[in-house]
């Protein structure tokens, strides 16, 4: 249901963008989000953003972090800009979606590896 892509390895300093599709019988898409986890740590929220585009931040990507969605393309981005060695994770779309049943899940993306080098 929620597909990620666009991680890889980029040196600190540098920028990045990673995307989420949803797809399948989708009637409407709520809050959608990206968290990130690190091996042996609790995953851990970066932003969200609202149907209506209201976002929000965690403390420490504020500013350097941008995420938005395309309501038609069913897709969550995450503009992450000035990277440091520390966002080095395994990055998650995370999405609420009422399906034409009429019935809201939760859904995950497969996770996408961001690495950065320093």
């Known amino acids: 249901q929620l597909q990620a892509s666009g991680g890889g390895l980029v040196q600190a300093g540098g920028s990045l963008r990673v995307s989420c599709a949803a797809s399948?019988?989708?009637?409407?898409?709520?809050?959608m989000a990206w968290y990130r986890q690190a091996p042996g740590k609790q995953r851990e929220l970066v932003a969200s953003?609202?149907?209506?585009?209201?976002?929000d931040y965690a403390d420490s990507v504020k500013g350097r972090f941008t995420i938005s969605r395309d309501n038609a393309k069913n897709t969550v981005y995450l503009q992450m800009n000035s990277l440091k060695p520390e966002d080095t994770d395994v990055y998650y779309c995370?999405?609420?979606?009422?399906?034409?049943?009429?019935?809201?899940?939760?859904?995950w993306g497969q996770g996408t590896k961001v690495t950065v080098s320093s």
């Open positions: 953003i609202t149907r209506a585009g209201n976002t």
């Open positions: 399948g019988s989708i009637s409407t898409i709520y809050n």
């Open positions: 995370n999405a609420v979606i009422r399906a034409t049943d009429w019935v809201s899940r939760e859904y």
